[in-house]
Structure formats: C-alpha cells, structure tokens
C-alpha cells in the first residue's frame, strides 16, 4: 500500500468546513483512498473511500485529485463532536488495513 | 444488522498473569476478524488477522497469540503479560473475500499491566 501523509494537528471553527488534506503522491492505479476516524476511547469509524471520482455521503465528501496524488476529506460543518483524530489511508486487495498517525481535527467552539 | 462484541470493557493484570481477550461478529457469515493494539499516544498496530476458521496471520512478533475457533469468535491471548502489553486492544471484522471496502471496528478492551 501506498504511503500517506498528513498534517499532524488542525483546529477548525465549529459551524465553519474542516477541510483535511493528504498526500499519496505513490498511490497506485488500483488503490482506494479510505478515510477513517477515532474519537477519543472508540474504535475507528469508516467514513467514506473513493478510487477517482469525488464522492460524498452524509457524513462528508471526499474530493481526489485528477493525478491522485492527494485528497481532501470535507466536513461541511464542523460540530464538537467531530474532534477526532483522521487517518487517510491508501489500499488494494483483501489485506488488513494499515493505519498512520492521521490527523488530529479539534473544534474549537 | 451487523453487531461486534468484544469483552470485557476494562481489565488490570499483573505482569505474568494470563490473558484472554473475546470478540464475536453477529448478523454475517465468513468475516474477515483482525485485532489491533493502541498503546497509550500511539497509532493503532495490527497484531492478527483471520479469513477463515483456523486461519491465523500474524504481523508482529511477540508474546500474543490469536485463535479463531468458530466462524465468527476471534480470541487474543497471552501465557505470560509483560508490561508493554498494557494498551486498548480493538476487534475488526469485514466482509470476507475480495476487496476490502470497510472495515468495522468494535468497542474495545482497555487493559492495564501493573
């Protein structure tokens, strides 16, 4: 799987988009691009996944660039209870994934 | 609907005692079962994970085994508890076969070695 990047911490303003960036500038053409994130003393919760085209549920979108080599989780309006910590995190195949450090999102009321 | 167990909630052990960790899948047949490990500020670290009845892969070496007796039980386990163990231990499951869309994480157990 390829590598991610991401920033280690972000603040964000509640009401306003949290916007998370990551790199995956080694991403290959048959890998996903999963989001997933941990509030403090739960297990990780899936958010969305996306191979090229932009995607978007309930929870939030998740925009690819056209070389997918980075992404952008959006939140469109941040709560405080989405203070969690993101991980970003490229993947093929039936193999367990492989979580990174992530970014920790606080917001900020 | 899908529902995963784990148990207990919490636990302290002493350094050498034994350990026995469950966790249990309902509402799906042949699921992918993994476990993973959070030490106190750290990332989460994969230690097992199954695709089948008595299927086993370990991806860290160490005094932790894993045991998957029936389809949808996955048991971690340790003869002797070193210190090091001490972290929030984290039961998985995902649909088994082909690729790997989700997977769904459950409660967890916060153990303490003292």
């Known amino acids: 799987d390829a590598k991610t990047t991401q920033p280690t911490s972000m603040d964000c303003a509640e009401g306003r988009a949290a916007n998370l960036p990551c790199n995956h500038s080694?991403?290959?053409?048959?890998?996903?691009v999963y989001w997933y994130r941990q509030i403090h003393s739960q297990g990780p919760q899936y958010i969305i996944h996306?191979?090229?085209n932009n995607e978007t549920n309930e929870m939030a979108s998740l925009i690819i660039t056209e070389d997918r080599k980075s992404s952008t989780l959006i939140l469109p309006h941040a709560t405080l209870r989405d203070t969690a910590v993101y991980y970003c995190i490229s993947h093929s195949g039936n193999t367990p994934l492989v979580f990174g450090k992530g970014t920790r999102l606080s917001v900020i009321a | 609907s899908q529902t995963i167990h784990q148990w207990p909630a919490t636990l302290v052990q002493p350094v050498g005692s034994p350990l026995s960790l469950e966790c249990t899948v309902e509402g799906t047949s042949n699921p992918n079962l993994y476990w993973y490990r959070q030490a106190a500020g750290r990332g989460l670290q994969l230690l097992f994970y199954?695709?089948?009845?008595?299927?086993i892969s370990s991806e860290v070496p160490q005094n932790l085994s894993a045991s998957r007796p029936q389809d949808r039980q996955f048991i971690l386990s340790s003869k002797k508890l070193l210190l090091s163990d001490s972290g929030f231990y984290l039961c998985a499951w995902s649909l088994g076969g082909g690729q790997i869309y989700e997977q769904y994480f459950g409660p967890g157990t916060r153990l303490t070695v003292t």
């Open positions: 199954s695709v089948g009845i008595g299927q």
């Open positions: 996306g191979l090229k």
């Open positions: 080694t991403i290959s053409g048959n890998e996903y």
